[in-house]
């Protein structure tokens, strides 16, 4: 019989799961439910987004879908190394194995459903904008959506129901009614705001238009900044919550003075618009997210920053999202389609790889400077070693997350000596 699948959220996720679900045959009738309004229609908010980059895992899930990743990489800038910019002008590269496809979520999420609708019609596919979901009914299999324009509610049953409604998922907070589920959320000590350049071109920055650019301030004030396939310039600048700078400025004059001061590189393209354009934009926390398990009985899976939100520090979010989809995928092939088992093992799978990539986004980079210097050495010292002996010795941890698609849990098992460190290092200078 063919199941009736409400997926709440129209993200990289939810998007990509469509895809896989409806390249099943005709098991399966989907219903996407996204809370804002079609992204492909509304003028494109710079004010809502941020550039994402995709390594082998999320490249290998969207790969399996035929034509995705051309047209992914059709609106991508390929980085092949990441330029650390330092105080006094200088700079120091280290170069990847493989390429990072980096674009902006925006547009990822607006190929994702361009590709979705090019080759489905609403026989099988209907995605539903400005519908909110309010709440979920576990027992009675039922969501209830609030649609926004009209302000009016509306209630549908499913057979199954998919939340990859992000870190403030509505579909997890439903869980929480049952006895066995457990979920600790917590705000990361850092803050983000994105930037946007409109015009990058007459920079040094723009002849290393294939480089990830960073700097990093004394008070782990981090700037990462990326070239954008139609020319200029996105990032995000992350900042410690408390006595942080970004927060008290109030006028262009003051952004532009905190930019040439601090990231001169960005100070010298960013014009007056671009500093007010900055000045508008809110404030965003980042959540982290673990639970114990992401499934209910036969009829309910999160998946995505719903079951386990991440800090951006290591930009793994999107990647360990799509590479959840390409997993269910699988259980499904395993389990020739039966929900209950492929559920079930979907928690028992990836459970212990969403705690590991949540302690990894925490962990894997130090606040102190000193122990960032250390990390630095460190990651040169196992490069060398990997490369000399690569038997005896992992990768370093960088080229583990970003360059291979080893598990998160193996990930942490192997560093989990630097993880602790960190930690003991980073309570510290939060209790202080
Ligand atoms: C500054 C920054 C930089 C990042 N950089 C990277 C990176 O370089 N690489 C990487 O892999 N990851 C990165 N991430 C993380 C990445 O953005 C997320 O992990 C990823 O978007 C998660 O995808 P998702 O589909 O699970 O959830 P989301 O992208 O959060 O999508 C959830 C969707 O659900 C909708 N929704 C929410 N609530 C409801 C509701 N109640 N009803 C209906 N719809 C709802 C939302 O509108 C949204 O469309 C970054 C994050 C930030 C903040």
Not at 150 to 155: E, G, L, P, S
Not at 244 to 267: C, D, K, R, T
């Amino acid at each position: 019989m063919v199941k009736t699948v409400a997926i709440i959220g129209a993200g990289p996720s939810g998007l990509l799961l469509a895809h896989y679900l409806l390249s099943r045959g005709d098991k399966y009738n989907i219903n996407i439910y996204e809370a804002r309004s079609d992204r492909r229609i509304i003028p494109f908010s710079k004010s809502r987004t941020f550039p994402i980059s995709l390594n082998e895992r999320g490249m290998t899930a969207l790969r399996q879908i035929p034509g995705l990743e051309a047209a992914v990489k059709a609106v991508s800038v390929e980085m092949t190394g990441t330029l650390f910019h330092q105080k006094n002008g200088k700079s120091r590269l280290t170069p990847r194995k493989k390429p990072l496809v980096t674009l902006d979520r925006t547009n990822l999420v607006i190929v994702l459903l361009n590709q979705l609708t090019q080759k489905y019609d609403e026989s099988r596919l209907k995605i539903h904008f400005d519908s909110q979901c309010h709440s979920v009914d576990l027992a009675a299999k039922t969501v209830t959506f609030k649609n926004i324009p009209k302000t009016d509610n509306f209630t549908v049953n499913y057979d199954l129901l998919l939340g990859t409604d992000g870190a403030n998922s509505v579909v997890r907070e439903a869980f929480l009614s049952t006895e066995e589920f457990k979920c600790e959320q917590k705000y990361y000590p850092t803050d983000y705001k994105s930037i946007f350049l409109n015009n990058s071109k007459n920079s040094s920055l723009h002849l290393k238009s294939d480089h990830i650019h960073t700097w990093r301030l004394k008070d782990g004030t981090l700037m990462v900044a990326l070239h954008q396939f139609d020319g200029t310039l996105s990032g995000a600048i992350n900042f410690p919550r408390e006595k942080n700078q970004i927060a008290s400025l109030s006028s262009p004059e003051e952004v532009l003075n905190f930019f040439h001061q601090n990231f001169p590189e960005i100070g010298q393209i960013m014009t007056e618009e671009d500093a007010q354009n900055f000045l508008n934009r809110p404030i965003a926390k980042i959540l982290t997210v673990r639970c114990n398990h992401y499934h209910q009985g036969d009829s309910v899976l999160i998946m995505g920053d719903a079951a386990h939100a991440v800090s951006s520090s290591i930009g793994q979010g999107c990647n360990a999202a799509l590479e959840d989809v390409a997993v269910f995928d699988h259980l499904l092939e395993e389990y020739h389609d039966d929900l209950a088992e492929s559920l079930k093992q979907f928690t028992i799978r990836r459970q212990p790889d969403g705690y590991a990539l949540v302690e990894l986004g925490d962990y894997a980079f130090p606040t102190s400077t000193g122990l960032f210097f250390e990390f630095i050495l460190r990651e040169y010292i196992a490069k060398i070693l990997h490369r000399v002996f690569p038997e005896k010795f992992p990768p370093s941890l960088i080229d583990l997350i970003f360059e291979t698609t080893v598990s998160y849990s193996e990930i942490l098992t192997s560093y989990q000596d630097w993880i602790t460190k960190v930690k003991k290092s980073n309570d510290k200078l939060l209790s202080t």
